[in-house]
């Protein structure tokens, strides 16, 4: 089974609508992150959180909301999706010892 | 500030041939260093990392990356390429700190010609 899992996988959507996209880890890890891809750009941080009580903006955080409901579940929200939201997104987790972040398989997301 | 600029979005070479994809940081403080790798429609998987000590490093698939704090580098090679070899490959660099904020470069594309 996947360490880190993110649903859906692939998700359609029209402007405005809100979308929640989950996230899941059996790491153990305290510390969660949400990414987004665009080509060319790379991996920009939206969010990230290093508790359940610790929530931190990233560097393109407009737009996006996150809830830490359990340290394994981190979920993001896009409360009025727009067209220039439409990426891939990827969930990850690391912990304090070993540096390095395990990520999910992401999330293609559409905005239409 | 931290930063990661890979020089190339996309590298191709022939199958067996070297492959070298660079990346050069900025960092306020001592780095922690960072190559992954992503294959089509997966996620991020780590290749190698350095953080202190040796400053050549080993990782899977039979890659490598030396540290040049002199020149702010962190390269990653491989003697030959194999078909498996074509993916995306993605050059970070965290702080040594608690924060552990992670930045990544724009990736650099690798294709593989047989």
């Known amino acids: 089974d996947a360490d880190v899992t993110q649903t859906p996988r692939n998700r359609i959507t029209k402007t405005g609508k809100r979308i929640m996209l989950e996230c899941s880890q059996t790491k153990g890890h305290d510390r969660m992150y949400w990414y987004r891809q665009d080509p060319g750009l790379g991996l920009r941080l939206i969010y990230y959180?290093?508790?359940?009580?610790?929530?931190n903006k990233g560097e393109i955080s407009d737009g996006y909301s996150v809830s830490r409901q359990a340290q394994a579940k981190f979920s993001l929200s896009l409360e009025s999706a727009i067209p220039n939201q439409t990426a891939l997104y990827f969930c990850a987790t690391s912990d304090i010892e070993q540096r390095e972040q395990f990520f999910g398989p992401g999330t293609r997301l559409t905005v239409l | 500030a931290q930063s990661v600029t890979q020089l190339g979005s996309h590298v191709s070479v022939s199958e067996g041939a070297l492959v070298l994809l660079r990346c050069n940081y900025s960092s306020s403080v001592p780095p922690y260093l960072f190559w992954y790798v992503q294959y089509p429609n997966q996620g991020l998987q780590l290749l190698l990392k350095?953080?202190?000590?040796?400053?050549l490093v080993k990782g899977i698939n039979g890659f490598e990356a030396e540290f040049k704090k002199s020149e702010t580098s962190f390269h990653l090679t491989k003697p030959s390429a194999h078909m498996s070899d074509a993916a995306e490959y993605f050059c970070?660099?965290?702080?040594?700190?608690?924060?552990?904020?992670?930045?990544f470069g724009t990736g650099t594309k690798l294709q593989v010609i047989p």
């Open positions: 350095y953080t202190t000590g040796a400053t």
């Open positions: 959180s290093f508790d359940v009580k610790d929530i």
């Open positions: 970070a660099v965290s702080d040594s700190g608690g924060y552990q904020k992670v930045t």
